[in-house]
């Protein structure tokens, strides 16, 4: 058998897995996850708010702990693992990201919605600056086809990128989906191609998997699957998984299993399990972030998260559209940092639902 290939694992329990936490990560709790998955050779660990730097706020959830804070403890008790953090412009500014530079991180994943890439630009060229490694992240990739990826990503590679990830954000991509757009990816772009799928639909793993097989060498995890919607692939799982399929990590799996079991005592109240309404956001293909903080007053009114959702989809509405009355305002606050008249969404036609 020739040599295996070598796959490096994010998690990003510290940052997605703040979601069902409703961002109330404690320093201990940091310093243990940090530790933990550093000892076991996670090479990239990514610290923030759920959505990303600067995200602390009364519309997207209150952190408890400042984000540089955050990123410093995480920094501390790590050794070897690089310190990642995540940015979406508009959510996160400029100066956020000079910040978690100063704390300690190492890594910037620009975030934009997959159509958005334009956005990532002056992002990307500060993190330059700054000398950080800088990866793209597009989001809701599972509403924009291969082709649309694939101008998105040759975008993120003219910016300097040294990563794209198809994010499938709302857990709803299928496994001949991830397939086709990996290897899209793979056959044009010179840079790498990252993974991070959500549980919705129980492919994280799944996909995961078959991106791997199609030329993704970065992909991502969180301790117990934690984050948002239903969740991620649990990066204990898809350890032992690459490995039994003969890739290489460099992490030992059984110290993530220790991890995520303590992580289920000491940090979460209940375990992450696919109900109705991650359900409802897979089959729809909606982001899962308003799960946790916008989703759970419909309640208070006796209404179904599934209900609501379809008597939207059917007044034509996108789910772009649902997730902004649902809480995720982020273009509205893009809008007055695009130079463009037109969003690139519009311009680039992507439908998103
Ligand atoms: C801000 C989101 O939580 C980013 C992410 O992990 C996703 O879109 O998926």
Redesign the pocket.
């Known amino acids: 058998m020739g040599t295996k290939r070598f796959v490096q694992v994010l998690d990003?329990t510290m940052?997605?897995g703040c979601?069902p936490l409703l961002h109330q990560y404690t320093a201990e709790n940091l310093s243990f996850l940090a530790s933990s998955l550093d000892q076991a050779g996670t090479p990239y660990l990514e610290v923030s708010h759920?959505?990303?730097v600067g995200?602390s706020s009364l519309h997207f959830g209150k952190s408890l702990l400042l984000d540089a804070e955050a990123i410093d403890t995480a920094r501390a008790s790590a050794r070897k693992a690089r310190i990642t953090a995540?940015l979406?412009p508009g959510v996160g500014r400029l100066t956020d990201l000079e910040t978690a530079k100063l704390a300690g991180a190492q890594v910037v994943r620009v975030?934009t919605l997959a159509a958005e890439a334009d956005l990532a630009q002056r992002y990307m060229k500060a993190a330059h600056a700054l000398e950080l490694e800088a990866f793209g992240?597009l989001?809701?990739s599972s509403a924009a086809s291969p082709e649309q990826l694939l101008e998105q990503g040759k975008k993120l590679e003219s910016y300097g990128a040294n990563a794209v990830y198809i994010?499938?954000?709302?857990g709803a991509m299928t496994i001949d989906e991830v397939r086709a757009k990996v290897s899209l990816l793979r056959q044009h772009l010179s840079i790498r191609i990252g993974f991070?799928g959500?549980n919705n639909l129980g492919l994280a793993i799944g996909n995961t998997l078959i991106a791997v097989e199609e030329g993704a060498d970065l992909v991502d995890g969180c301790l117990a699957g934690f984050?948002?919607?239903a969740g991620?692939a649990p990066t204990e799982v898809l350890v032992a998984a690459l490995h039994k399929m003969g890739y290489e990590t460099g992490i030992d799996a059984s110290i993530l299993l220790q991890a995520a079991d303590e992580m289920l005592l000491k940090v979460m109240p209940r375990p992450q399990y696919i109900e109705k309404g991650a359900l409802s956001l897979g089959i729809m293909g909606i982001?899962?972030?308003s799960l946790f903080t916008t989703l759970p007053l419909l309640g208070k009114y006796g209404a179904d998260v599934r209900d609501l959702f379809s008597s939207l989809v059917i007044r034509g509405l996108s789910a772009s559209d649902i997730e902004r009355s649902a809480g995720g305002a982020i273009e509205e606050r893009t809008k007055n940092m695009n130079p463009s008249p037109s969003s690139p969404r519009q311009a680039s036609g992507i439908p998103f639902h």
Do not use: E, I, P, Y
């Not at 994010?167 to 709302?170: F, G, L």
């Open positions: 990003a940052r997605d979601h759920g959505d990303g995200g995540l979406l975030a992240f989001m809701l994010v499938d954000s709302a991070h959500h984050g948002a919607g991620n982001r899962g972030n």
